[in-house]
């Protein structure tokens, strides 16, 4: 069965700081890869997702991330980060078993904005 | 807004009883998720139905039920509720293959 790690848990960073947010998975096959944030109170929103082609892709708001294959990993980044950025981030992956169409999330990482 | 809706957005009730969760796809999505989300166990995936069919099964407890219907809307039945059950339920819905899940508002449920 996949899983999906991201080892940071919380970040606290000032506003104009860059943010790499990581996420590894395990599974040897297809994978799609997927970020969603999600703000307090609210549900989970799509940041940027990675199916096929360029590994760099970039999503809503600033944010990309790098697929790397050989390392099974699918980091987030975002150059200068803002206030509002504060959420909560899910890195999930859908594998390809044949089984369904399931998403399997990490543990999310609570990122907090200081002005 | 990602066009999926879900009722209630809040319910309490006590232990041993039952609710009814319901969600509505986007328009023109046939595949229903649903996902439970609890501060120890995080965001799991319960099941998946594709066009009425179940398709997937995640970490679903037996007191757990769902369903798809005709009109593509879904609804998650949780019975013998216990203490442990307090969570937010998320629907999210896509086309249909390995593609992009769109998720609904969710449901807070506590089980008081």
């Known amino acids: 069965a996949q899983s999906v790690s991201q080892h940071n848990h919380h970040v606290i960073l000032s506003e104009a700081a860059s943010l790499e947010l990581g996420c590894n998975y395990s599974?040897?096959?297809?994978?799609?890869l997927f970020w969603y944030v999600q703000y307090p109170g609210q549900h989970l929103q799509l940041l940027l997702k990675y199916f096929s082609g360029d590994p760099l892709v970039k999503g809503i708001k600033g944010f990309e991330a790098e697929f790397i294959k050989s390392k099974f990993s699918f980091n987030l980044r975002k150059p200068s980060v803002q206030w509002s950025d504060t959420a909560e981030y899910f890195c999930a992956v859908n594998a390809f078993t044949g089984g369904g169409n399931k998403l399997t999330f990490g543990t999310g990482t609570q990122l907090k904005v200081e002005l | 807004d990602s066009g999926v809706t879900q009722t209630p957005k809040h319910l309490i009730t006590a232990t041993g009883q039952r609710v009814t969760l319901r969600c509505s796809p986007r328009s023109g999505d046939l595949s229903v998720y649903w996902y439970q989300q609890s501060l120890d166990q995080g965001l799991q995936f319960l099941i998946q139905y594709y066009n009425g069919e179940e398709r997937a099964k995640g970490n679903i407890l037996e007191r757990f039920s769902a369903q798809q219907f005709p009109d593509l809307h879904s609804e998650l039945n949780l019975s013998s509720l216990e203490l442990g059950d307090s969570a937010l339920y998320f629907c999210?819905?896509?086309?249909?293959?390995?593609?992009?899940?769109?998720f609904g508002p969710g449901t807070r449920l506590t089980v008081l």
């Open positions: 599974y040897g096959g297809t994978v799609n």
């Open positions: 999210a819905s896509s086309v249909g293959g390995p593609d992009t899940q769109y």
